[in-house]
């Protein structure tokens, strides 16, 4: 299950970016003869789960195989791609708020990963 968490880290930059995007789009007037809605739900793009759980991995908690795994993952995509990454868990404010209950930053996020089931694992790695 480890290794289809960090395999879908790369796909889960994409998908936060567009959750973020989505969750900016300014939300239409209603005409003056159109009822308002009973309830407004936000907008996500299709097939993107919404957001139920926030978990956050430090880099050192995992198995050494995955450790490498993860570093080479993170290698591959760059520092453009991890700074997209940390625009969106900042531009996403149920995330931000996970990771100051754990004393980190987005800025310490290195890899992340959305299940179907909505929950998302955020691997982090304190500064050395």
Do not use: C, H, W
């Amino acid at each position: 299950m480890r290794k289809t968490i960090f395999f879908a880290a790369a796909a889960t930059l994409m998908m936060m970016a567009g959750t973020a995007g989505a969750q900016q789009q300014p939300t239409p007037q209603p005409s003056p003869a159109a009822p308002a809605p009973a309830q407004a739900t936000p907008k996500t793009q299709p097939g993107v789960p919404a957001i139920q759980s926030v978990n956050i991995v430090d880099i050192t908690e995992l198995p050494k195989d995955t450790q490498a795994q993860v570093n080479q993952i993170v290698a591959q995509r760059g520092d453009a791609g991890l700074q997209t990454l940390r625009k969106s868990i900042d531009a996403t404010p149920k995330v931000k708020s996970a990771l100051e209950a754990k004393g980190v930053s987005s800025a310490q996020v290195i890899a992340a990963s959305m299940q179907p089931n909505g929950a998302l694992t955020l691997i982090t790695k304190k500064a050395s």
